[in-house]
């Protein structure tokens, strides 16, 4: 399998991962793969259950695109971002989308839409390039990619700072919101028609009393 054909196929697989990862950091992203409705509407953009808080992909509890938290990170960001990374250990795509979530806290979970493009627009800029062979393949950076986060380092380290911590609240609210969709899940399968029925009931008041909330 040549390196192109391989970053295309593990873009496909990241971005199954990445959908299952939206349940770790049910926040915000980069791309255009997701579709879910949040918690209020419809919408396009990341995130599983909607943007926390006012990321792009449009209201989850009503922080519409641009408002409180965040901005759309810029394809600048993701590749000083990926640069970064590979300066410290090579990685694969997957890797990388997961570390920058960790490294910031959930606040930034690229898509795999905006990582594998950019990854190889800097294997063809030969900053870095591709070892290994088929689910073993990493990137790491070549001998001109170390001399350019050298010469960039500042520009590289600012991805990192512009990126806004969230607060402790939103933490708190992000992590009840996995808990209550570990319980909606087991609905799907593990339920009666009653019971859901029942379930579905209780979360649309408790959707209109968020509303409610808001409203305050």
């Known amino acids: 399998m040549s ?3 391989f970053i295309e196929a593990d873009f496909r697989g990241a971005a199954r991962r990445h959908d299952r990862m939206s349940h770790q950091y049910p926040q915000r992203g980069e791309g255009r793969f997701h579709h879910d409705p949040g918690f209020g509407r419809p919408h396009h953009g990341p ?3 909607g943007d926390f808080p006012g990321g792009p992909g449009g209201p989850g509890f009503g922080f519409g695109p641009g408002g409180r938290g965040g901005r759309r990170r810029s394809k600048g960001d993701v590749r000083a971002a990926i640069l970064s990374l590979l ?3 090579p990685s694969n795509g997957y890797a990388i989308i997961k570390a920058v979530a960790d490294k910031t806290e959930g606040a930034w979970r690229p898509s795999p839409g905006s990582v594998y493009p950019t990854l190889q627009q800097l294997v063809d800029e030969g ?3 591709a070892v290994g062979e088929g689910r ?3 990137f790491q950076l070549t001998d001109d990619g170390r001399a350019y986060v050298a010469e960039h380092e500042d520009e590289i380290a600012g991805a990192w700072a512009s990126v806004p911590k969230p607060s402790e609240s ?3 609210l992000f992590q009840a919101v996995g808990r209550l969709m570990g319980v909606v899940g087991q609905f799907r399968h593990g339920a009666t028609d009653e019971q859901r029925a029942a379930a579905t009931a209780k979360l649309d008041e408790t959707r209109k009393a968020l509303y409610l909330i808001l409203a305050e």
Do not use: F, P, S, Y
Request: a negative charge.
């Open 47 to 49: 995130g599983a259950w």
């Open 3 to 5: 390196r192109e054909h």
């Open 170 to 172: 939103a933490t708190e």
């Open 87 to 89: 300066a410290e250990n």
């Open 127 to 129: 900053l870095i390039v």
């Open 136 to 138: 073993k393949t990493e």
